[in-house]
């Protein structure tokens, strides 16, 4: 089964500057990246994802990066801001049919 | 209706009673997610539904719990004789289909077992 990894677990970035998240996977048949934002008492919402045939996608402030050899993507996040405080999480997966396995999740602190 | 919908908001119970928790998934997704999340930590997998069929429920931590989906709508996660571990937000979650697509998540059930 899929094994994955996330990191850091925790990440505090100052206000206007920018933060990373990276992802590992261990399945080479994966081809769908997605990932999660979760606020505080709400269920994770997706925020942004990517197909294995494309190796970035942009949605203003946030876009992910996929490295299919090395087998991990990337959240990144420019401009933080106190809004984009919340936890993160990454879910790869392959195919139809298969349960969604999520990353162990990253807590982004905005510093003010 | 407009999202996934899950019932109670928040549930205590005593040690030993057991509970019902219920999940409206989004009007026509073929599948279906459950998940626990304990404070502050990340998702455990519990169970996924493809119709009314449960082709992966390697999650369910014991055999207190089960879970079923009639019509292929609406789920059940029943937890037996509740035990103080058992307490956690407990989170739904639909898809068009299963596997690489958006999930959609419900905004969770908190059980606490005292």
């Known amino acids: 089964g899929e094994n994955v990894e996330q990191h850091p677990s925790t990440l505090s970035v100052q206000e206007g500057d920018s933060a990373v998240i990276k992802c590992t996977y261990s399945?080479?048949?994966?081809?769908?990246f997605p990932w999660y934002k979760q606020e505080l008492g709400k269920g994770p919402q997706l925020i942004i994802d990517?197909?294995?045939?494309?190796g970035e996608k942009k949605d203003q402030r946030i876009a992910v990066t996929l490295n299919k050899t090395a087998k991990h993507f990337s959240l990144h996040i420019t401009e933080t801001q106190p809004e984009d405080s919340a936890v993160y999480f990454c879910a790869p997966s392959w195919g139809s049919a298969s349960k969604i396995i999520f990353g162990s999740g990253t807590r982004l602190s905005i510093r003010p | 209706g407009a999202g996934v919908s899950q019932s109670p908001s928040n549930k205590v119970t005593e040690k030993g009673k057991d509970v019902e928790l219920r999940c409206d998934p989004i009007?026509?997704?073929?599948?279906l997610y459950w998940y626990r999340q304990s404070l502050g930590q990340g998702l455990e997998f519990l169970i996924y539904f493809q119709g009314n069929s449960a082709p992966d429920k390697s999650g369910l931590p014991s055999d207190r719990f089960s879970a079923e989906r009639t019509g292929g709508s609406v789920s059940t996660l029943t937890i037996q004789r509740t035990q103080q571990e058992d307490s956690a937000v407990y989170l739904c979650a639909s898809s068009s289909i299963a596997g690489n697509t958006e999930a959609f998540f419900g905004q969770g059930t908190r059980l606490t077992v005292v």
């Open positions: 009007s026509g997704h073929t599948a």
């Open positions: 990517i197909r294995s045939n494309v």
């Open positions: 399945d080479s048949a994966s081809n769908y």
